[in-house]
């Protein structure tokens, strides 16, 4: 006598994808904002500066985390469902301390460097990266307190608290400084400010975080598994820090082979451009735990709720994806206008970014699924594939074509990392991460 298999889990509601993305794009709305004032406060060169320290901290701030974030939501989501309380709260822990103990080694280093002239940097660029060694540890801080609350499905009000206050906060200390002092707005100066609201926000974050967790993990004796964590925290690790090297190499090169101006302009059109970026990325966040919750589903062999979760994830990625080119393509030089006459020329590679983007939403999170999924590798080679023609394109267009080079060597990066990933996560689990969503037989 057969025994009927159980029904598979319903499929989350794309209401959390929706309102995560929301929240992501109010975010990046109001970074908006932030970067016309920046741009119409400080001179092109003081903004250039400002853009590349900044993309230099978040590839420290990706490498300092160790995963921790995307440990969290894979162990404290499959601990919680599973009743184990004790190893939920003892991989917290674990995850809080070991990133403090990093980023605050991280900053020291950094500053003794750059203190002792080891590390010379132009103009003053010393000074800002001082600051932003400073920043390192609140910023890291945050980034864990915000993948503790996905873990516990509060994906939204992460976002609201981290990605949404912070670039507000920081909004309304320039505007007071511009009121009482209108000093000169440098980089360092305005990274201080940065610092000012990270820690303002951390203060919040901390207190309402505790206040979330399930009481049955408060209360629980916290329990470790530090091998196991460890362990898929390396593989973890390097899949993220890839992902942050391809996200942030081409500002980085622009930093290190283009006029100051130029790298403006191209950090512009980033800005915009990681619109797109931000709906993917919001979806995929609201899917994260409750993927996990299905892995039993996928060992046992039933694919068809993760299946449509995993369609679900990748349209509602490429719709709103779809509605930001679709924005752009109108009103780009109406938003472009509002930073000034200079910054009008990131038009053009910022239709070229938005559409990569767009390419490599409809083949869906696939790095991300097989990175939760236990298998970074499929991650970390995509993503080093990605990276290595993006950077390939750049050293070659670049020179030429300035902006426009480097947003088509972008593009072309992405679109083949997207490929690699989603080709091999379809092979080596049977899921079909794009929006057309057909499992292989």
Request: proline share 5%; glycine share 6%.
């Amino acid at each position: 006598m057969s025994i009927p298999e159980p029904p598979a889990p319903a499929p989350p509601r794309q209401l959390s994808a929706w309102l995560n993305s929301t929240a992501k794009v109010a975010g990046t709305g109001i970074s908006f904002l932030l970067y016309i004032a920046l741009a119409r406060l400080m001179t092109p060169e003081a903004f250039a500066d400002f853009a590349v320290v900044f993309a230099w901290l978040a590839l420290a701030a990706a490498l300092a985390t160790l995963s921790f974030p995307m440990l969290l939501v894979r162990f404290v989501s499959d601990n919680l469902a599973q009743g184990r309380f004790g190893l939920a709260r003892g991989v917290a822990q674990f995850s809080l301390l070991v990133t403090t103990g990093v980023s605050v080694a991280m900053a020291v280093v950094a500053a003794l460097a750059l203190g002792s002239g080891l590390i010379a940097l132009p103009r003053d660029l010393d000074a800002g990266a001082l600051m932003a060694a400073a920043l390192l540890v609140p910023t890291v801080l945050l980034m864990v307190l915000a993948g503790l609350l996905t873990a516990v499905k509060r994906a939204v009000a992460a976002e609201l608290l981290v990605n949404v206050s912070r670039p507000a906060l920081l909004i309304a200390g320039l505007a007071a400084l511009w009121f009482l002092q209108r000093p000169a707005f440098t980089a360092p100066l305005v990274l201080g400010v940065y610092l000012a609201a990270s820690l303002l926000i951390a203060a919040v974050c901390i207190p309402y975080c505790l206040a979330t967790l399930p009481r049955e993990l408060k209360l629980a004796r916290a329990e470790y598994d530090t091998r196991t964590w460890s362990r898929t925290a390396a593989g973890f690790a390097a899949a993220i820090f890839m992902a942050a090297v391809s996200d942030r190499v081409d500002l980085l090169l622009m930093g290190a082979i283009a006029l100051p101006a130029e790298v403006a302009v191209y950090a512009v059109a980033v800005r915009f451009a990681q619109t797109v970026t931000v709906a993917a990325n919001a979806a995929s966040t609201a899917m994260a735990p409750h993927l996990v919750e299905l892995f039993p589903e996928l060992r046992a062999g039933r694919r068809e709720a993760i299946q449509a979760l995993m369609r679900d994830t990748a349209r509602t990625s490429l719709y709103i994806s779809l509605l930001a080119v679709a924005g752009f393509g109108a009103l780009g030089p109406l938003f472009l206008s509002l930073f000034g006459e200079h910054y009008e020329a990131a038009y053009a590679p910022l239709m070229v970014l938005a559409c990569g983007q767009a390419l490599s939403a409809l083949l869906g999170p696939a790095a991300g699924v097989a990175t939760l999924a236990g298998a970074p590798r499929i991650a970390i080679v995509g993503l080093s594939a990605g990276v290595a023609v993006n950077v390939t394109l750049n050293l070659l267009l670049v020179p030429r074509f300035g902006a426009i080079g480097a947003a088509s060597a972008t593009a072309s990066g992405m679109v083949s990392a997207a490929v690699i990933t989603w080709a091999w996560t379809r092979v080596r689990f049977r899921i079909d991460t794009s929006v057309f969503g057909f499992s292989p037989r």
